[in-house]
Every structure is written in structure tokens, then in C-alpha cells.
């Protein structure tokens, strides 16, 4: 370094003298040589015009301090935070309220470069969880009729004369911000198809439920409409897709929820294999006999931006989910992953007690989060690249078993 600020003052301290054409004359008298040398001469200047700009900004880098955010300023009113790296740059806040109450504006938030975070919208605080307001329901009645329902509050429904009742009388509003139960629904049982309902918060449109017939749902503003925005009635009399359901962008399912739709969309496409069968499906099934081969892969996500808490309800889902597998006429072999930067597994294929779901149930329970001591990375690639490996060894010890045997992938990430 002091040899280069050595050179650069050698090179600046040096004179150089360039002639200029007389502007009274209108034309440069100097020969060719002298005007090359002049054009060598400004083009020297400018070179040594460089080193003095790089020097100055190498100066004011190492001059500026490094951003750093605020920490007054993510102090949540009636809950917790924790912060993945203090108040540095990229780190991340992450808020925690207590049961019945969510954080506001975010769940979360980032320090960003200019030494502010995030979604900064509003002061953050813990409010009250809500359930969405019902806003339709065709051929009955419910109380009491409020603009607000928040947890612990109860619907009760009534049907008309002429129509049966489906699903509960009561309602609970929960925690995550969903009502208990399925969804009421009053059907006289005179359509095609049975009465799709109505879930709280949205609007149908279409009242007729003959084959072909649609109906259509949209969601009261600041909800999100999960599942089917529009279904058909089919020809044998159920409705097409998924039914729908409105949700405040705070609102979650338990790990009991999750595990059962997975549960429910994985015993969709699993049927038995009957060569008489006649194939007559849209969707991809996976086939497997009684008694049949299948590996489940579960993978978790340990990153930093996962978190302790989230975690631990993938182990959660993952303890239901296995549980819920027991129902099925076959035994599946397990693998389990953890991942952050690197990949661990916890169950390999090829362990005695892979297809013993207790056993399996067990190992789920003592992963800890803390095992990824560098959890900067979210290496997804490196968990997939365990289950080739795994794959490539079944296939190697018995290649006609590992043909007939399916697969199931459960990835639970943040992204």
C-alpha cells in the first residue's frame, strides 16, 4: 500500500506542458508531431487522473460505517422477538404473540442496507385474532349477527323447513383465525349434486346443482380465498376441486390440519393395483398393492429464517402424518431429513427400523433445531441429492424391487 501511495504522488508531482492551438487563427500551425504529442500529453493527464479517483474511493469505503437498524423500533406491544443476527444488516425479527393474538403488522421483518427494516407500516403490536364474519347462507339462519367475531365466540345455525342440516350446529371461533368444524350447509337434497356451502367470509354465485351447473366464490375484501374459486358438478354428482375457504393472511393450520390434508390429497392418488381394472383417470395415481413397496421421504427445512418454533411443528406434522399412513393396507420404509446449509439424515432407507413408525416417530421427536450449527443457507439441493443416494443404493442391492416400489416426497420449507 505504501509503495502504491508512493507511485501515485512520483506520478502527480510530475509536470507536464501541453500546447494549445492559438483560437485567433482558426486553424492549429503546429506540425503532426506536435499535435501527437499534445493528444499523448491530455491522455497521460487523464491516466494519472485515475489512481487519485480509486484512492478516493477506497477512502470513503473505509470511511462509512457499517448500516446498523434500530432496535427501539421493533418493540412489539404485548408479545416477543428474537433476531437471527442483532441488529446487522440481513438480519431477520421474528415476532411472537400469545395464543388468541397475532403480530401487526408482520410476522416478521428484515434490516435492510439503508439501515432500515422492513414493512415498516406501522408500530408493531399483538392484536386479536379474528374469524371471518359469515356474509351468506342459503336456506337457514345463524346468531348472533356481528361485525367482529374474535376467539371463543360461537355460531349457531338453523335450517328452514324443507331443508336438512350438514355438519355442526356450533361453531367455535379458534385461535389460528378458523371456525371449528366443517361447514354448515342447509340442503333440501333436490339438486345432482349435494350443496357445495358456503364457508364464512365468502360469496357464492350459482344456486342450481344439476350436472354441468357452476358456481362460483369470491372472498370479503383483505381475505384470501384458498381452494376452488369456481367447481362443476360433475356427472357422478360430486363437485369438481378442492372446496374453498376465506382467510385472513394471519391465519394458519395446526399440524394436525396439515397432517390430514396431506393424509387426505396422498390417499387420492394411492389406489390398489388391479390388472382387471380399467384405467379411467385425468390424474397421475401412484398404484400400490396390499402389502406393496413405497418409501416416504420427509425432508425439514432448519434453516435460519425457519426458526425454532416452526421447526418444531414440521416434526409435529411429520409425528401426525406417520400416524395417519398407519390406516393403509401396506408398510411404508421411512427416510427422514433435516437440512439448513448441510444435510443430516436422521432415518435412512436402509435402516433396520425404517418401517417401524413408532421407531421412526421417536427419531422425529429427538431432532433438534440446534444440530445445524450454520444455518445461514437453505440447501435444498443437498437434501435431495441425499435421497439419490439412497435411491441409487435400493437400486443397486435388488434393481426388480426397487422398480416396483413408489415414492413419496414430503418437503416442508419456507422456501
Given at each position: ?28 500551425p503546429?506540425?503532426?508531431?506536435e ?47 428474537s433476531?437471527t ?13 400469545p ?12 434490516c ?6 422492513s ?19 342459503e ?26 342440516m ?19 350447509i ?15 367470509g365468502?360469496?357464492k354465485v350459482?344456486?342450481?346443482?344439476k ?12 381475505m ?16 369438481s ?12 393450520d ?13 390417499s387420492?392418488t ?39 418454533d ?33 444435510a ?39 437434501a435431495?441429492?441425499?435421497v ?28
Open positions: 500500500m505504501r509503495d502504491f501511495v508512493q507511485w501515485i504522488r512520483r506520478n502527480l508531482s510530475s509536470t507536464s506542458i501541453c500546447i494549445a492551438p492559438n483560437p485567433q487563427q482558426g486553424s492549429d503546429r506540425s503532426r508531431e499535435r501527437k504529442d499534445n493528444s499523448l500529453c491530455r491522455r497521460e493527464n487523464t491516466y494519472k487522473m485515475l489512481p487519485l479517483i480509486l484512492l478516493s474511493q477506497v477512502a470513503m469505503s473505509i470511511a462509512l460505517p457499517t448500516p446498523q437498524c434500530d432496535l427501539n423500533k421493533i418493540i412489539i406491544a404485548g408479545g416477543e422477538y433476531l443476527n442483532g441488529t446487522n444488516v440481513g438480519s431477520t425479527v421474528q415476532y411472537t404473540c395464543e388468541g393474538k397475532y403480530p401487526h403488522p408482520s410476522y416478521s421483518q428484515e435492510l442496507p439503508n439501515g432500515n427494516w414493512k415498516q407500516k406501522a408500530k408493531p403490536e399483538c392484536k386479536a385474532v379474528q374469524c371471518p364474519r359469515p356474509v351468506m347462507f336456506s337457514g339462519e345463524f346468531y348472533p349477527r356481528k361485525d367482529r367475531y374474535f376467539v371463543g365466540d360461537v355460531l349457531e345455525f338453523e335450517c328452514w323447513g324443507g331443508f336438512k350438514f355438519g355442526p350446529v356450533n361453531r367455535t371461533c379458534q385461535p389460528n383465525g378458523k371456525w371449528s368444524g366443517e361447514n354448515t342447509c340442503d333440501d337434497q333436490e339438486g345432482d349434486c349435494p350443496n357445495p356451502g358456503i364457508p364464512p365468502a360469496r350459482g344456486d342450481s346443482y350436472i354441468e351447473n357452476t358456481v362460483k366464490y369470491t372472498c370479503e375484501p383483505r384470501e380465498l384458498f381452494g376452488s374459486k369456481e367447481r362443476v358438478c360433475k356427472e357422478d354428482k360430486s363437485w376441486g378442492a372446496e374453498p375457504s376465506c382467510r385472513y393472511w394471519y391465519t394458519f395446526t399440524p394436525k390440519e396439515v397432517a390430514e390434508s396431506f393424509t387426505a390429497h396422498l387420492e394411492i389406489e390398489a393395483s388391479d390388472p382387471d381394472k380399467v384405467e379411467d383417470q385425468a390424474y397421475r395415481a401412484i398404484k400400490v398393492q396390499t402389502g406393496g413397496l413405497m418409501n416416504i421421504f420427509i425432508i425439514m427445512d432448519a434453516s435460519k429464517s425457519v426458526g425454532v416452526n421447526f418444531n411443528t414440521a416434526k409435529d406434522v411429520s409425528v401426525v402424518f406417520i400416524e395417519r399412513m398407519a390406516s393403509y393396507d401396506f408398510i411404508p420404509r421411512y427416510s427422514v431429513i433435516s437440512y439448513a446449509s448441510f443430516k439424515p436422521a432415518v435412512l432407507l436402509s435402516d433396520d427400523d425404517s418401517t417401524d413408525a413408532e421407531a421412526v416417530i421417536e427419531r422425529i421427536k429427538n431432532l433438534k433445531y440446534s444440530e445445524h450449527e450454520d444455518k445461514q443457507g437453505t440447501n435444498t439441493r443437498a435431495l441429492y441425499e439419490h443416494k439412497m435411491l441409487s443404493l435400493q437400486n443397486v442391492r435388488d434393481p426388480k424391487k426397487f422398480m416396483e416400489t413408489r415414492n413419496v416426497i414430503l418437503l416442508m420449507t419456507d422456501g
